[in-house]
T-cell receptor
Framework: GAVVSQHPSWVICKSGTSVKIECRSLDFQATTMFWYRQFPKQSLMLMAT?????????EQGVEKDKFLINHASLTLSTLTVTSAHPEDSSFYICSARGTGHSNYGYTFGSGTRLTVV | SQKIEQNSEALNIQEGKTATLTCNYTNYSPAYLQWYRQDPGRGPVFLLL?????KEKRKERLKVTFDTTLKQSLFHITASQPADSATYLC??????????FGAGTRLTVKP
């Protein structure tokens, strides 16, 4: 089945530094990947839609200069949290769906727990 | 505004019983609806997808119904087991592939 690998699974960084999170589709090509953020006991909130070879589409209220998304290939999308602050601490999850997977939903990565100190 | 509501934040049931979770939506025209399972600290795992023209879908002990008139989906787990304890999320996707999640219901199955 479709597998999405997300790395790292957790990261602690100092306030003001940048953190990059990678999301890879291992056995399928994903022209579109999605980035979500989830706070404790809350649902997943879509941050942006990442399209291979073009600019990401950000949801309202999400700062595109702070959350940089790059989708340079059909199997890799990256999210960089720039100048991180404690309020950026959250659980970040990516997802993708390959072509031909229309009956199988979306495949999610295992998530990245970001803690900014 | 668009809303996706899952009936309760938490649901506790006894092992062997059927768990029924509800997902209601307003101001939304979903092309299909999905149910996911999420364990603590993990990403969601896809369970079932049901399209707007389908009434019911089954997979092993899982059953999903979709009533576009009531704007509601029911998710059933029969013969529940403690291993079924997790948070279950419903997600709606429209024709633009815009997918939104409900807040989830945390199910606890007690032995």
């Amino acid at each position: 089945g479709a597998v999405v690998s997300q790395h790292p699974s957790w990261v602690i960084c100092k306030s003001g530094t940048s953190v990059k999170i990678e999301c890879r589709s291992l056995d399928f090509q994903a022209t579109t990947m999605f980035w979500y953020r989830q706070f404790p006991k809350q649902s997943l909130m879509l941050m942006a839609t990442s399209n291979e070879g073009s600019k990401a589409t950000y949801e309202q209220g999400v700062e595109k200069d702070k959350f940089l998304i790059n989708h340079a290939s059909l199997t890799l999308s990256t999210l960089t949290v720039t100048s991180a602050h404690p309020e950026d601490s959250s659980f970040y999850i990516c997802s993708a769906r390959g072509t031909g997977h229309s009956n199988y939903g979306y495949t999610f990565g295992s998530g990245t727990r970001l803690t900014v100190v | 505004s668009q809303k996706i509501e899952q009936n309760s934040e938490a649901l506790n049931i006894q092992e062997g019983k059927t768990a029924t979770l509800t997902c209601n939506y307003t101001n939304y025209s979903p092309a299909y609806l999905q149910w996911y399972r999420q364990d603590p600290g993990r990403g969601p795992v896809f369970l079932l997808l049901i399209r707007e023209n389908e009434k019911e879908k089954r997979k092993e002990r899982l059953k999903v119904t979709f009533d576009t008139t009531l704007k509601q989906s029911l998710f059933h787990i029969t013969a529940s087991q403690p291993a079924d304890s997790a948070t279950y999320l419903c997600a709606l996707t429209n024709n633009n592939n815009d997918m939104r999640f409900g807040a989830g219901t945390r199910l606890t199955v007690k032995p």
